[in-house]
Structure formats: structure tokens, C-alpha cells
């Protein structure tokens, strides 16, 4: 019997009880006969008819005095107290798996040091992308491959907003609204629409896809707030979609990671991932392309995550799993130097559009007397130096 405890029961936290308990038959199984028993659930309310009630404590230390708690899982969110109770417990010697991207991001390097020393595992699953389990197919099925590229939609609530604008033709902020109504975005959602949630989610990802540690803070992030009517239907003349992508590239000159709107067409599979749905893309040398697909939150499907990382460690208690996270840091490039294709929104004659950008696509639409602009390959540099030198230009969006 190996006993687990669960610190958070919200959405997450009593997903990953639910899980636990409701497929135990299965879990068992996959142990060799091996079971799990959730001891304790750890919350400041009280859930009175609750499952979980007969276990449920208010006190963190009836979780780290218990010996026979092995495994523990942190649904807390937030840096304060996850952060102090995690690495007491790793330090007392007990497993943890966590779906906290932000303690991962701001504390994951310390913690994971601090598990091996104790002998155990922090595992963080279901951090980046919910109940798609990209970070088992980086440090498991893809660990022969060099990978080059991390990209992907990593934010359900940004991507809802962007869908509804597309699909539905509302603006951002009815589209925002009608997300909170729905309970995918939070009251106070600026973590999401400002990009910082995807930010922490793809310096976790490209640190592991590249073996060295990348700074979520020194990822270079726009959000979508400034994305407006006029922009998706720049888009849909285009034959694209605006999406908030992450994405990390290591190339000849060095490596650069961000998070920012971009314009993608049919041809990347990005374009067809709506709603709340995430898709991370990998590619490897020898692998190729490889995309992920599915829930990236929700009850279940981060419970799921959580609930995998418990069996990998039920397998390897007291002893470390394998991963490909560094401890020396990784620079890299400014935002300025990365080369990319843009779509600029042209205040202007056409005349004059052509003389800035050689060879360039032009669109006219009806909403607005703009132009269009599709550039070719060039630096954001360039772009701002050509910015610089004219008036006309209202927006320039990233082509993904």
C-alpha cells in the first residue's frame, strides 16, 4: 500500500481524488498489484459530504509528520505556502507532483535539486500542458532526438477569446466576458491575456527539450489585449488565424524563446486548435515534426497528468527519475534579432507601401481605408528601423 496526500482541493485537487480513487482497479494493475490510498486531503474549508471528508485536514503537518505518506500532490497554485511545503517535503524525503506552473517556473530548478539530494522525485506533469502529456514524450520517447523547435497554443482562455473573435465576430472585450461567464478566464485575467501563463509554460518546456535551464523571465511576451476587429479580419482575407503562440527555436546564431500573436495559416495544425483546446509542437532531428493535441485544463484532464505522475513515482520511490533539466542557464537572443515574416497594418498609399517593403503582399479589406502588408522574412529590428522612418504604420502582427 502506498499512501498519497493531496494539498488543494479545488478543481484540480479533487479531480486528481476522483481519479485516483475512481480508477483504482486500473491503477492497481499498472502497479503490479501495488494500491494507492489517498490519507489525506489538505484545505482550509470544509467539504461536508464530500468524499474526501473523511480524510481531510486543515493542518499541512499531519501530511509531512505522517510516515507512511509517500507521494504527495500540490493542487495548491500560487507561490505561498506551496513553495515552503513543497520543499519541506521533498526535503523530509516524500515525493511530489504538482500542476503549479508557477511555482515551477519561479522555484522548479532549487526544488528539483532538492529532491534528488533527498533521494526522491518532483514531477510537474501536468504544469505545461494539462492533460496533454508533452514533458513524459520530451524527457521519455524523444530523448534520441536533438529538438530544435517548441512551439505551440498553451493558454485555453487566450485561445478561446481569439476563437470567439474569429468565429463569432465579437470584440475582445465581449469575447473576454463571455470567457468569464464561462469560467474559462479568471475574474482578474491578466496572467492569460497578457501572456505571462504561456510564458512560464514554454521556458519549463524548452528548458527540457534543450537541456539547459531558460529563465521564464527573460522570455520575451506580448499578450492579446491589443489584438482588435480589425486585425482578424486582416487575418481572414489572409486565409489566417491570430493565435497567441510560445515559441523557442535553437538556430545556428542561438536560441530564442517568446510569446506573442501570431498569424498562422492552414497549413500549420495550429490553426485548426479552437476553444479551450492546447497543441504543443515538437521537432527533432531524426523524429520530424511531432504535435500534441487536447485538453490543456480542466478538471479531469490535469488530473490526469497528476494522477500519471503519482504512478511514475510509485514506481521509482527513493529513487530519481531521469531528466534532461540543467542547472546552467541558457542565453538568449533579444526579440529584436529574431527573424520572422510580419503583417503590417499600412496607414498609406500603396505607392508608398511598396517603396517601404520591396516585393511585399498588399490587402485591401472594407472595414478600414488600411493596407495590408506581408512582408518577407526580416528582423524586428529591421522592422522597427522602417518603423522608425514613417507614420503610416498602425500594427505589425507576427506570421507563425
Known amino acids: 500500500m502506498i499512501k498519497v496526500a493531496i494539498m488543494g482541493y479545488g478543481t484540480v485537487g479533487a479531480g486528481v481524488y476522483k481519479v485516483l480513487t475512481g480508477n483504482r482497479g486500473e491503477i492497481t494493475r499498472r502497479l503490479q498489484g ?3 490510498e489517498v490519507a489525506h486531503v489538505l484545505d482550509l474549508r470544509d467539504f461536508p459530504g464530500d468524499p474526501a471528508e473523511a480524510v481531510l485536514t486543515h493542518d ?3 501530511i509531512l509528520n505522517d510516515p507512511e505518506v509517500a507521494i504527495v500532490v500540490e493542487t495548491m497554485g500560487g507561490l505561498r505556502p506551496a513553495y515552503g511545503f513543497t520543499k519541506q517535503l521533498l526535503e523530509a524525503g516524500k ?5 503549479n506552473k508557477e511555482l515551477v517556473a519561479e522555484h522548479g530548478l532549487e526544488l528539483r535539486r532538492v529532491a534528488h539530494a533527498s533521494g526522491v522525485n518532483y514531477l510537474f506533469e501536468a504544469s505545461c500542458g494539462g492533460g496533454i502529456p508533452v514533458i513524459h514524450v520530451l524527457d521519455g520517447a524523444l530523448t534520441a532526438d536533438y529538438i530544435d523547435e517548441v512551439s505551440g497554443i498553451l493558454n485555453g482562455t487566450t485561445n478561446y477569446i481569439l476563437s470567439q473573435m474569429t468565429a463569432q465576430g465579437q470584440d475582445f472585450n465581449e469575447a473576454l466576458k463571455e470567457a468569464q461567464a464561462m469560467g474559462y478566464a479568471e475574474l482578474h485575467p491578466e496572467a492569460d491575456i497578457e501572456g505571462h501563463d504561456a510564458q512560464r509554460k514554454i521556458a519549463i518546456l524548452s528548458t527540457l527539450a534543450y537541456g539547459k535551464y ?7 511576451t506580448e499578450g492579446i489585449s491589443c489584438i482588435d476587429s480589425v486585425d482578424i479580419a486582416f487575418a481572414k482575407a489572409v486565409g489566417r488565424k491570430i493565435k497567441l503562440i510560445a515559441r523557442s527555436r535553437r538556430t545556428a546564431e542561438g536560441t530564442f524563446a517568446m510569446v506573442a500573436p501570431m498569424m498562422i495559416g492552414r497549413e500549420n495544425l495550429l490553426y485548426n486548435v479552437d476553444g479551450v483546446l492546447n497543441a504543443v509542437q515538437l521537432h527533432g532531428n531524426a523524429v520530424g515534426n511531432v504535435t500534441l493535441f487536447g485538453s ?7 488530473a490526469s ?5 503519482v504512478i511514475s513515482c510509485a514506481r521509482s520511490l527513493h529513487e530519481p527519475i531521469p531528466s534532461d533539466w540543467s542547472d546552467q542557464e541558457m542565453d538568449l537572443l533579444e526579440s529584436e534579432e529574431m527573424p520572422c515574416a510580419f503583417f503590417v497594418r499600412f496607414r498609406g498609399s500603396e505607392s508608398e507601401a511598396r517603396e517601404l517593403f520591396a516585393d511585399a503582399e498588399l490587402t485591401r479589406i472594407p472595414e478600414t481605408d488600411e493596407i495590408g502588408i506581408t512582408t518577407g522574412i526580416m528582423t524586428e529590428k529591421s522592422l522597427m528601423d522602417v518603423r522608425s522612418g514613417t507614420g503610416h504604420i498602425v500594427k505589425a502582427i507576427r506570421l507563425g
Open 34 to 36: 501495488e494500491e494507492i
Open 60 to 62: 499541512f503537518q499531519d
Open 95 to 99: 515525493c511530489v507532483c504538482t500542476s
Open 214 to 220: 531558460i529563465n521564464y523571465k527573460n522570455v520575451y
Open 296 to 302: 490543456g485544463a480542466g478538471s479531469l484532464p490535469t
Open 305 to 309: 497528468a497528476v494522477a500519471g505522475d
